[in-house]
Each structure stands twice: as C-alpha cells, then as structure tokens.
C-alpha cells in the first residue's frame, strides 16, 4: 500500500521531489523513519551521483515488496524500521576528560584483552593529550598503498573518487533484493570501506579497518566492496576485540568481495559486540550479508570469530564461479547468557575443479542458543566439485542449545562431498584432571576451548589470533556450570 | 607428612570409607590393596578432590594443612599428584602446552617465575625418558588416540615433570601388559626419594614385584584391617581376600 502511494506522490510531484524536499539539509539528522524523501536526504547529504541514488531508491523499493524472514532458529523482538534515524552526521564524539570517567567494566574487559592505555583512550574518546604513534603509523600506511596502487578508503570517499569502480561492482555479489536485510542496506547504506588491489598487485599489509574509522561510530548499515584484480592478493581485518557499544540494536551491514582471475581475498572477522546487560537486553542484532565471487582460479576465504552480538544472523559465502576457484570459511562462534546464532556458510559451486572447505565451531555456554546452517550446492556445471565440511558444537552447561540444519544439493555426479559433524561437552572429569594437576578452572577451559578452535585460530593473521584468544576467555568467564 | 584420622565418605549417598586411618611419612611408599568395592580408588579421589565424593567425618591434614580447606588445584600447588586409573583425554590441547600451564601455575602459586622455554623443553626431554614416552607422543594432544600402556607412562612422565611430595597411584598397573608394567614402575623407581611419599593402590601384588613398599594396608568395606611390610603382599596372593573376609567375619570359617 505505502508503495502505490509513494509512486503516486512521486507521479504528481515529479522533478520537484529530487530538487526540493521537505527536510532541511542543512540539519544533522533525518527526521525518525524511513521513506524516499528520507533517502534522497541521504543522497544529498552525501552529494552522490544520480545513479547512487537511483541505486538506493530501487532497493528500497524492493525492499517495500519483500518479507521480514522468519525462517531463522532465533527469536528475538522485530525491529521498527520506522522508529530509526537513517542519517546522522558523523560526530565528534563527547570528549572525556580521563579514563576515570569511562564505565569501569568497560576498562576492566580492555584490560583482560591486553589493550593498552593508549588504545583504550582512543576507543572510549578520551582526550589525547599527545600525538599517538598510530596516526603516524596510519599516514605511513597509506602512502606505502598508494605507491603500489592500492585503494583503501572509505565507502563515501570511494562513491566519490572512483565511481567507475563502484558502479562496475557495486550489488554484482550481493544484488539489491537478494534478502530483505540486503535490501535495506542497499537503500540506507551510510558508510563502510571500499578496497581495490590492482593487477598483480600482492598487498603487502593487511587491511583494517582500524585506520579507516577515526572518530566515526560504527554505522548500522555498512558496505565494504573489496575488488582484487587479476593476480593480486589482499588480507583484510574487520572489527577488533574491544566490546562495539553501540546505541543503535540493528546492524546489517553489506560486504562484497570479488577476486578476479588468480586473485586472492583472505577477510578475517574478530567481533566482539556489546552483548547488553546481564541480561542481555540492549545487545547488537548481527543481521550481515557476506559473499564473495570466484573468477578462474581464484580464492577467497572468511576466517571469524565472533560473539557478544544479542542475536546474529550471517552466512559470509562464496561463489565458485570460476573454474578451479577455492572457497573457505573458518569461524567460531560463541554464545552465551541469553544469545542466539544462527550462522553458516554458503557455498555455490559453478566452475568447473571447485574447492569448498567449512570448518565451523560452535560454542554454547549460559542458556543460548547456537545454530549452524550452511549450504553445499553443487550445480549441474560444476564437474568434479570438492567439498569438505566440518561442524562442530561444543556445549559448557545443560542449558544451552546447538543445532546444525546442513543442506547439501548436489546436481552433478562426479562431485566428492563429505560432512562431518561432532557434539561434545566440556566433561567435568575433564575439568577435574586440569585441576588435579594444578590448572585452575578458568584455566582449563580456556585451554580446552582453544584446543577446540585451534584450527579455526590457525586462520587468523597472527596479531588477530592473539587477540582471538583472548576474546574466546573473556566470553566464556564464569560460562561453567 | 599425611595423617588420615576417622575418614569417613560417601558417593550418592552409599558409604564407602568407614573410618579410615593412616599415616604416611617422607619417602615412604605404601600400598593400599583390598578386593572391588572396598574403597580403595575412593580413598584416591577423596585425597586428590573430586566432589562426587562427600566427607562426611575425619580429617586429613598434610604437611601440617587442612587438606580439606585446599581446592583440587591448590592442593595440587603444595605437592599431591594423582596418577589416574582412566586418564581422560583432553583433544585440541597437547601435551607440551598442558604441562606448561600445569608448571607455571604452580610456579606463579607459590611466588616463583615462570619457566623458560628452553628450560621447560630440555626438562620435557629428560624426564620424558624415564617412561620411554618418544617425541612424537609428547607433541600430540593429552591421551588422545594413546594405548591403554602410553597413557600410564603419560602419567608417570607428567609426576615426573610435576615433582610431588605426595604421589598417589591409582591402579596404574591396571590394563597393563609386563612389558608396560616394567617400565611404568621403573619410572616410579626413579623418582622415589627421602622428600617424596607413594601411595600405591592395587589390586594385584604383581605390581608389588617391581614397587617394593615399605608398608601395605588391606582395605576392606571401607576400613584399614590389616597392616604389614611386603610380605603381607605375597600372604594376600596366596590366600586370596577371602582370607581377610574371614578374618573380619564375613564368612564363615
């Protein structure tokens, strides 16, 4: 209905509408809610090419016609798309005086995480009083990718700098209706990283985002668009261990990666999102939509280990489109308290010598509830497919859930695909023989929990690694019972 | 260094240890034999800390401490080690980095630095050989996929590592072929000392054979009916335990 009258309003008002709107752009925020006069604000503000914006009012169109789903093995209360603020100006975040004024459990998780004073003045927007190595070492960073080529920049920035770029590869992964959370990205998308590696090009540093965000929030909607031309190589970090507080519940953000012909993309995920109070009331919806396509003999793989977000809804996939191209996904993923994940991987294998690795680890503790859901789907192309997965559910208590709905389709007989599947639990004579050699408990299940994801861990660039480890025991403190 | 007085325990409710007492001194070795169900790998649990068991009366005190005011790993940290009779089997973490943790620990529990690397690594070798236990053993994952023999060497091999002043051995002889048993109790041999105790739970003498101890309790519905020297041992085998369930009325002559 909203959709007939918004074409009918758009019909009679004509050009006026794109020129002239009733909200004053000079003002820092959208007024609550979310229609098309919403949108083209948000075009505006960000001075877009009429093609961006085009872009966004189709998907949002789209995105009017489509269904929340509900097929997910979560519950979690729906969120009002009206009662949102799609665009707010970045702000300078309220400057504090000290740490002292920085809530005290907060500091206590940076410190458990090995992060230091510095790092910890810049995540909580403490005054600097002195110039930190990290905006020298960023200005070094970037003058090193611009000598070889490399585009790291911000979404917005990369609209406005290399639009070709964008247009060319912009919802070519991820089409603007592909799922109802894809399509409210499409329309709404704020900000988000944007990376090109030229031809042969092998990105001597891994990517992250640290030096992309300064002061900005994270946004809600982001999009990242990674392109990695013929025969490059690009290693790319998301997110850091620092608990994400974030007044806004909703994430669903938008990545795409696309690794032409001989081209590598390795994109690592730490996560850790504010899960809310004790409770876990006030904690992140984790709705993303991750995927990647594979020209020939091209490789792309998601390592992630994720937790704190309330509920999280993700599948990062791969696209096999060419001929011997690789798709790998490594993830751990951990409940606890009262969290819900229902995650997975896709893997579509079209090319012909395809190759699709899933190694997923979950970790229930509390009363959550963890779900794997992956999809192996060999289409009638892909001669001689291989896939190997492997799902593992590691419970910590009797209240918690796992659950693994694999689906495998394969249409083409001369495929090998082999699933795996374990169920185990932290035995208490486990724990027990820890103690008794003198490792406490809290001790022990972090070894044990490491052990588990060692495979997963071993993905991860080492730096990340470290802090993985690190993340996984602070998630599960006081998980045993 | 421990004194049992009046131990009583119970699991689910049934008793298991009605009474037991005993005392223990430095460096000596003390067997505990007695036929099924009389308490014998109770007693074990009880002193290493498993809360299935409950203590319902007594007191053990060792090296003048409450034993019982000290958590499984604490106790650990002042010395008790167990050898158990089904080591369990921890996947993901190895050997190497278990032990390790174990070490520092203890090291950081009792004030001391951690150890080095190279230290840990040359320690590992050494002691490694007293159980014949190769590398390739040392490097995978505690118990997994070992024998029924690697697995009571990977005990000894950790006692070694962890240097106790009290070790107690729960049927490590269990499950063992000869060859096995020779090198486990070689093993054990090796690290008896004036500052350590062994308190070796068995079944069967054969074990006796090669573990000479000092002294050797009987153990029965929960109670220590009979002590002696090694000797007792050899009496036990060849009269079997009906001979003390006699003794102790509970069949008739």
Redesign the interface.
């Known amino acids: 209905m909203a959709n007939n009258e918004d074409a009918l309003l758009k019909e009679v008002t004509g050009k006026e509408y794109k020129y002239g709107f009733t909200t004053n752009i000079q003002s820092d925020k959208a007024p609550l809610g979310l229609n098309e006069d919403i949108i083209r604000f948000i075009s505006a503000k960000k001075s877009e090419p009429e093609w961006m914006l085009d872009f966004r009012l189709e998907s949002y169109r789209r995105w009017l016609e489509m269904k929340e789903p509900e097929w997910a093995h979560v519950k979690y209360p729906k969120p009002d798309f009206q009662n949102i603020y799609y665009y707010s100006a970045p702000q300078q975040k309220k400057k504090l005086g000290s740490l002292d004024e920085v809530d005290p459990e907060l500091l206590d998780t940076f410190k458990k995480l090995g992060i230091s004073v510095d790092e910890q003045k810049r995540l909580t927007g403490v005054a600097i009083d002195f110039v930190m190595d990290s905006v020298s070492v960023a200005t070094s960073f970037k003058e090193k990718l611009g000598e070889l080529g490399i585009i790291f920049c911000s979404f917005s920035e990369a609209v406005q700098k290399y639009p070709e770029l964008v247009r060319k590869y912009m919802g070519t992964v991820v089409p603007k209706n592909d799922n109802f959370y894809a399509a409210l990205n499409s329309a709404v998308f704020t900000d988000g990283s944007f990376a090109y590696i030229p031809k042969g090009v092998r990105c001597p540093m891994e990517l992250s985002t640290y030096f992309r965000i300064n002061e900005a929030q994270t946004g809600q909607f982001e999009r990242t668009l990674v392109i990695a031309d013929q025969g490059s190589y690009v290693s790319y970090l998301e997110g850091c261990t620092a608990p994400m507080r974030d007044e806004n519940q909703l994430h669903a953000a938008v990545v795409e990666l696309i690794a032409l012909d001989d081209a590598e993309i390795k994109y690592s995920t730490v996560q850790n999102w504010y899960p809310g109070n004790a409770e876990g009331k006030g904690g992140v919806f984790n709705f993303v939509t991750k995927r990647g396509l594979c020209e020939t003999n091209a490789k792309i793989s998601w390592t992630q280990v994720e937790t704190g977000s309330a509920v999280t809804w993700k599948y990062p996939s791969c696209i096999l489109k060419g001929d011997n191209s690789i798709g790998e996904f490594y993830s751990v993923a951990v409940t606890n308290n009262h969290q819900q994940a229902d995650t997975g991987t896709k893997m579509i294998h079209i090319g012909k010598n395809t190759k699709s690795t899933i190694i997923s680890k979950g970790i229930s503790a509390g009363q959550s509830n963890n779900s794997y859901r992956g999809l192996v789907k060999i289409n009638k192309s892909a001669t001689n497919a291989r896939n190997f997965s492997q799902c593992d559910s590691l419970l910590m208590g009797d209240r918690c859930g796992a659950h693994t709905f694999p689906y495998i389709e394969v249409g083409n007989s001369s495929a090998k695909v082999e699933h795996e599947a374990t169920t185990s639990k932290i035995g208490e004579d486990q724990i027990f023989y820890c103690l008794q050699r003198g490792i406490s408990e809290e001790k022990a299940i972090s070894l044990i929990v490491n052990g588990y994801c060692k495979d997963v861990l071993n993905k991860l660039p080492m730096e990340f690694a470290v802090e993985a480890q690190k993340l996984l025991d602070i998630s599960l403190e006081g998980s045993v019972g | 260094m421990l004194s049992i007085k009046n131990l009583h325990a119970e699991v689910e409710g049934k008793k298991i240890l009605n009474g037991l007492n005993l005392e223990i001194k430095s460096g000596e070795v003390h067997a505990i034999m007695g036929p099924n169900g009389s308490g014998k790998s109770t007693l074990a649990a009880v002193l ?3 809360d299935a068991f409950d203590v319902t009366e007594g007191s053990v005190t060792f090296k003048g401490q409450d034993l019982f005011e000290m ?3 604490a ?3 002042a010395g ?3 050898a ?1 009779q089904y ?8 050997n190497i ?3 390790k ?2 070490i520092n ?2 090291r950081e ?1 009792l004030g001391l630095e951690r150890m080095a690397a190279k230290e840990f690594l040359a320690m590992v070798r050494e002691k490694a050989k007293l159980v014949e236990l190769d590398n390739k053993l040392t490097n995978r ?1 505690v118990n997994e996929g070992f024998s029924g023999g690697e697995k009571k060497r990977n005990e000894i091999f ?1 006692m070694a590592m ?1 240097e106790p002043t009290l070790a107690i051995l729960d049927e490590t002889d269990s499950g063992l072929d000869i060859d096995a048993l020779r090198i486990v109790a070689n093993g054990v041999n090796q690290l008896r000392s004036a500052d350590r105790s062994f308190i070796v739970v068995t079944h069967y003498q054969r074990l006796l054979d090669y573990i000479i101890p000092d002294f050797v309790h009987v153990l029965f519905n929960g109670q220590i009916v009979k002590t002696g020297g090694k000797d007792l041992a050899l009496e036990l085998e060849e009269k079997g335990y009906d001979w003390i369930k006699k003794e102790q009325n509970e069949i008739p002559a």
Not at chain 2, 87 to 94: D, K, T, W
């Open positions: 290493a800390g498993n958590e499984p790993d106790r650990s940290h008790v080690f167990l158990f080591p369990v089997e921890i996947p993901g973490v190895s980095n278990f032990l943790a174990a620990e203890r529990a994952s950790q962890l």
